[in-house]
């Protein structure tokens, strides 16, 4: 099993452009979360799903849209990038919300 | 909401010795989970505490719940140098993680 996986691993934008975060999951897991990690700080959720066809917004979703077309993906989208999107980002999946979470190695995102 | 706090921001000690980190949380939960994050990497699960168990044991790790406190406390035995890493603590439906406690073990 691959558990987690994340593409790309870094990336660097310009202020405006946009782009496209996958997450996939060999689990079958039903709950997936995209988070942003800034430096020193602990995860910040932006948006998560608990079935395929479903998403909603965490605390910071403002700048981002997600798509769960299908069960094992979970896509984060960067519309007009900024300055501030700067960050880690993570992809995480789980069985239910009140099982643990596998997370996905990570996003470098830079955005100048 | 269910945010879990940890404390203390940062701890350094030597090889050997060992680690306490603890956590606060808001409301009632049903289980509390910590995880541990190494440098640039994803966040790994550790131990989950079920809020009708009172002390788990998994290896080298204890972790304590006091369900009264709305606490957790998690401690590292005997620790070596690869358990340098950033701890977090998190409560199911939360899906949030605080700041987390950053260990360092010098060799």
């Known amino acids: 099993n691959a558990g987690v996986t994340q593409t790309p691993k870094f990336r660097v934008l310009k202020t405006g452009q946009s782009m496209t975060l996958l997450c996939a999951q060999d689990?079958?897991?039903?709950?997936m979360y995209w988070y942003r990690q800034d430096p020193g700080m602990g995860l910040r959720l932006i948006h998560y799903s608990v079935g395929e066809g479903t998403t909603a917004k965490g605390e910071v979703p403002d700048g981002y849209n997600v798509s769960r077309l299908k069960k094992q993906n979970f896509l984060l989208g960067l519309e007009s990038a900024a300055p501030s999107q700067t960050s880690v980002y993570f992809c995480a999946s789980s069985y239910h919300t009140s099982y643990e979470q596998y997370f996905g190695p990570g996003t470098r995102l830079t955005v100048t | 909401s269910q945010q879990g706090e940890e404390d203390p921001q940062a701890l350094s000690i030597q090889e050997g010795e060992n680690a306490t980190m603890n956590c606060s949380y808001k409301t009632s939960i049903n289980n509390l989970q910590w995880y541990r994050q190494n440098s640039g990497r994803g966040l790994v699960h550790l131990i989950l505490i079920r809020s009708n168990e009172r002390e788990k044991h998994s290896g080298r790790l204890r972790v304590t719940l006091d369900t009264s406190k709305k606490s957790s406390s998690l401690l590292i035995t005997a620790s070596r140098a690869a358990d340098t890493a950033s701890y977090f603590c998190a409560t199911p439906g939360d899906m949030r993680f605080g700041a987390g406690t950053r260990l360092t073990v010098k060799p």
């Open positions: 689990m079958n897991h039903e709950y």
